[in-house]
């Protein structure tokens, strides 16, 4: 089993709570994801069987697409509806103005990492400090907002938005921080991740359409080829005459490089002859793969 199943979250699940699943439904024990969502959020999460495993920390740098709620008036420990409210006040909000906040987040910004998170600080992460009452400076760190748009009020001082983001952004931050511009308090109230690369929401499977798919015999066509999952990095093709020498572990000649040669150290998809290989580079000797996930079987003359 090799590839990737483009799975919909469900609110109130972990994304290793899907892997988990998987696994156990599945039988394959080497299952991954790409790109985690919070608990409480929805949607696209690419998970990755096999060996595809592989490109799995590779995967999360293409830009990400969600929608979201922010509603105003509170404020969680958490930044989002999950969490202990910890400050609250009244304040009127309108759609202008929301759209005003929204523009001073757009472009490149410095966001500083949320509490409640997975990033570790000192060797712990820091939702586990937070958990204990602890605080510690979490680091900021430069993401990219290609677009933040309000798209409607769909409540009193609630307003849906969408976002497109760089990876390592988090909305419940852009929720926080656009409150604070407004002089309010604020939290993400809901959050449905739309795409994920070239993985989309209305490619996605449920974790009940997998299952029926495992039943009917039918898995194999849910599952995608590898290679999609980095579509961000450059390609390189090789010609056939390289297979056996990334397949042995050796460096290629740059001659077998079918059109231009991507910069030295540059990481790229690499191909022979159109087939996946996996992920590799040029080299001072030549092209070194670093992720290899062609099988030795595939090998041919020619």
Not at 54 to 80: M, V, W
Not at 242 to 263: C, E, T
């Amino acid at each position: 089993m090799n590839g990737i199943i483009n799975v919909v979250k469900p609110p109130n699940m972990t994304s290793q709570d899907v892997v988990s699943y998987l696994r156990g439904l599945l039988g394959e024990r080497r299952i991954g994801h790409g790109g985690t969502l919070d608990p409480g959020a929805a949607g696209v999460l690419p998970v990755f069987l096999g060996k595809s495993t592989r490109l799995c920390e590779y995967s999360i740098g293409g830009d990400k697409e969600y929608l979201g709620e922010i509603s105003f008036g509170k404020s969680t420990d958490t930044q989002d509806s999950y969490g202990n409210v910890i400050a609250s006040g009244d304040c009127t909000v309108t759609k202008a103005m929301v759209q005003q906040a929204f523009s001073s987040l757009t472009g490149e910004i410095s966001q500083q990492v949320p509490m409640y998170s997975a990033i570790k600080v000192g060797g712990q992460k820091l939702y586990q400090i937070a958990r204990k009452g602890k605080s510690v400076d979490a680091p900021v760190r430069k993401v990219t907002i290609h677009r933040l748009k309000v798209l409607s009020q769909t409540g009193e001082n609630k307003f849906l938005f969408s976002v497109l983001c760089s990876k390592g952004t988090y909305v419940r931050t852009l929720c926080t921080d656009a409150a604070a511009l407004l002089g309010c308090c604020g939290h993400l109230s809901f959050l449905l991740r739309t795409r994920v690369g070239i993985f989309g929401l209305s490619d996605g499977c449920t974790l009940n359409e997998i299952r029926s798919a495992k039943e009917n015999g039918t898995l194999r066509d849910l599952i995608l080829p590898p290679d999609g999952a980095v579509q961000h990095l450059t390609a390189m093709d090789l010609k056939n005459k390289a297979r056996r020498f990334l397949l042995n572990g050796a460096a290629a000649n740059v001659n077998f490089i079918k059109g231009s040669i991507p910069k030295e150290g540059e990481l790229c998809r690499i191909y022979i002859n159109g087939e996946f290989a996996g992920l590799g580079s040029v080299t001072a000797d030549g092209v070194r793969m670093n992720k290899l996930l062609m099988e030795e079987h595939h090998e041919s003359m020619g």
